[in-house]
């Protein structure tokens, strides 16, 4: 028997929050339209969960092809599954707006987590919509940035980056030139453009303009897309679990809850294709 699901907008711009699904056996007909329902609100939310990792890696495969990031699989969870556990009295350090992995040729394109341990407040998560971002912007920065490119380049401090690569990948790539991405880029599955920006230590330059112009214009862009009207705030609760489109979306996990732990269950899947500026 089919699950009524139903799918309410968090904002005009971004988010969706789904109901009446179990997401550990969803019927094929409501798989289209998660996938659907996914590349149009950019970020889906699923409440009250009560999901083990496999099935959470099982429910995620209906979006792409999952992977292992974790050098030891934790908790004995499936290899794919991933563990970001914020430890009492550990203060997070990855608190700004950012995308994952755009220092790749192909960034992940999809991300999800699931909350088992939350906080008793804070720890909320903001999504911004990149396509409503370029939307946005007007018509004489739209031409500025059209054809332009930018640098992007691991930064290895970041947290979790030693329990998902070798200390040798992390030299590689420390060592590497940048990774080079449009700044205006092409969503093929809706034929909407997008802003491909990210924080400066992962997005640090655009090409050919290494200069205070270029920065200026980098920054102008990375903060218009932090605007309110193109994103929206989660609280999270227990067993809530988000999916969203990482290369289309920046997010900043609030790091307002020290001393308390924190603890989320991660997986994300394999980009399909490089970012584009033109079909």
């Not at 999901?51 to 030891?72: N, T, V």
Request: glycine share 4%.
């Amino acid at each position: 028997m089919q699950q009524k699901m139903v799918c309410t907008s968090i904002t005009p711009s971004i988010g969706a929050e789904v109901s009446g699904l179990d997401c550990s056996n969803v019927d094929p007909d409501n798989k289209e339209t998660l996938r659907q329902l996914l590349i149009s609100r950019k970020v889906l939310v699923f409440r009250d969960q009560i999901i083990s990792p496999l099935e959470f890696l099982e429910f995620m495969k209906i979006f792409g092809l999952p992977y292992a990031e974790d050098l030891e699989p934790q908790d004995g969870n499936p290899a794919e599954v991933g563990v970001i556990k914020i430890k009492p009295n550990e203060r997070q350090i990855i608190n700004f707006w950012h995308m994952d992995y755009s220092f790749l040729e192909k960034p992940a394109s999809v991300l999800s987590l699931y909350a088992e341990k939350i906080p008793p407040c804070g720890g909320d998560t903001l999504f911004t919509n990149l396509e409503a971002a370029y939307d946005s912007l007007g018509d004489d920065t739209k031409t500025e940035i059209d054809g332009l490119w930018a640098n992007h380049k691991l930064s290895v401090e970041t947290q979790n980056a030693k329990n998902r690569w070798t200390k040798e990948e992390l030299e590689k790539m420390d060592a590497d030139a940048p990774i080079q991405h449009p700044l205006v880029c092409l969503n093929p599955d809706n034929n909407k453009k997008y802003l491909f920006v990210n924080v400066p230590i992962f997005c640090g330059s655009i090409v050919g303009m290494e200069n205070e112009k270029g920065d200026k214009l980098l920054h102008h862009l990375y903060h218009h897309a932090q605007r309110p009207e193109f994103s929206f705030r989660l609280t999270w609760s227990k067993n809530t679990m988000v999916v969203w489109e990482n290369i289309h979306c920046l997010h900043y996990p609030v790091s307002d809850y020290f001393p308390h732990e924190r603890k989320m269950l991660r997986v994300a899947l394999k980009g399909k294709r490089k970012p584009i500026n033109r079909l």
